[in-house]
């Protein structure tokens, strides 16, 4: 499983990192907004992230797995996209229904990842399995915002979100095979 949760955190990374290039331009472009109001949207999301991942996420892994929150969190994050991708159809208030379901999405998803892949990994391979785990995540942080920006210039503002949706299920079709090791009762 540590191979395929490898695979799965370097798509969704890569999907999720074209947005880091494209949404200051996203929102000037479609909703007509200042930086300083990307900023506060960019800041809400951060605080929907912390939240899930400081007090939501442990609680959530005892009950239901690693797997099982790496799957829902890529699911989630698909949505999320889609929702960016109809946004203009709604209005600037929908970027922060948007921002919240996508930093719901990725706050259960990343250290979910990470869990799992520590978990999976052998005692004296931890080390090398999760320095090559973030090796590939610092591919996809690389590439993914390269990727968003050459989709928002030659097809346009909706096309890294339609795109990252799409690798997000793409992702998911991957988490599919992650098992969390069953525990001893």
Do not use: C, H
């Not at 909703?31 to 990307?38: A, E, H, L, N, P």
């Not at 990842?113 to 990994?121: L, P």
């Not at 210039?153 to 795109?163: K, L, M, Q, S």
Request: charged share 10%.
């Amino acid at each position: 499983g540590v191979a395929f949760a490898i695979v799965v955190n370097f798509i969704a990374i890569l999907s999720f990192t074209s947005l880091d290039q494209t949404f200051r331009f996203f929102n000037a472009d479609l909703f007509g907004m200042s930086q300083r109001q990307t900023g506060l949207v960019l800041a809400f999301i951060g605080v929907v992230a912390a939240a899930v991942q400081g007090g939501m996420i442990r609680p959530l892994s005892k009950r239901f797995g690693d797997s099982k929150l790496i799957r829902v969190g890529i699911a989630v994050q698909s949505i999320a996209f889609g929702l960016l991708v109809v946004a203009p159809r709604f209005g600037m208030w929908f970027l922060f229904v948007a921002g919240a379901v996508l930093a719901f999405g990725n706050g259960l998803t990343q250290p979910s990842v990470s869990a799992f892949i520590s978990k999976k990994a052998s005692a004296s391979e931890q080390g090398a399995t999760l320095g090559t785990s973030q090796s590939v995540a610092s591919l996809a942080r690389m590439f993914g915002p390269a990727f968003g920006g050459f989709l928002y210039g030659e097809i346009g503002p909706r096309a890294p979100y339609v795109a990252a949706a799409l690798g997000m299920a793409l992702a998911l079709s991957a988490a599919v095979r992650l098992f969390d090791a069953p525990t001893s009762a």
